[in-house]
């Protein structure tokens, strides 16, 4: 292995090895909504001031929802959605089937809660995975710049 003495090894260990490691999302949302002014009444300063705080907003929003979907950290915006799908399961599904008699509710909240549980551990287990495979791939590319 070669070290370059400019410290360009140094770039190129971060940017393969953690690099892409770091750079692994899932389904990161990126949305800049649009907004509507109507009967605006202020200086240009305020109404640019007011357009540039919207989005500064937004834009802090959505990249902690892009950070938030990073697979290195097991992607927590996939977990809790994917365990919101259970808990609403376990209330719907219950609610739906009282609707319809005690026993229908009854298998209602037996579904309900095998929902949760079938949620919560296939959350719980792919963010595992999640985080494993963003080592692995570090470490393997980590290996490949060692290597050189």
């Known amino acids: 292995m070669e070290v370059d003495e400019s410290g ?10 953690i690099g892409k490691a770091l750079a692994n ?9 649009g907004i509507e002014l109507t009967q605006v009444y202020g200086t ?12 500064k907003t937004v834009s802090i929003e959505t990249i902690m929802k892009i950070i938030f979907s990073s697979n290195i950290i097991g992607n927590p915006v996939k977990f809790f959605d994917r365990i919101s799908n259970g808990v609403s399961d376990l209330i719907d599904k219950p609610a739906q089937g009282f609707l319809e008699g005690p026993i229908e509710g009854g ?7 095998g929902s949760l549980a079938t ?3 296939g959350a719980t287990f792919q963010s595992l995975h ?3 495979d963003s080592i692995a791939s570090g470490l393997s590319s980590l290996a490949k710049v060692m290597s050189k």
Do not use: E, H
């Open 44 to 55: 240009k300063a305020n109404v640019i001031g007011t357009l540039l705080q919207r989005y």
């Open 25 to 33: 999302f899932d389904r990161a949302p990126l949305k800049l909504k």
């Open 119 to 121: 949620q919560t551990l």
């Open 130 to 132: 999640n985080i494993s």
């Open 8 to 17: 360009s090894f140094i770039f190129v260990f971060l940017k393969k090895g």
């Open 107 to 113: 298998v209602g909240i037996v579904a309900g809660v």
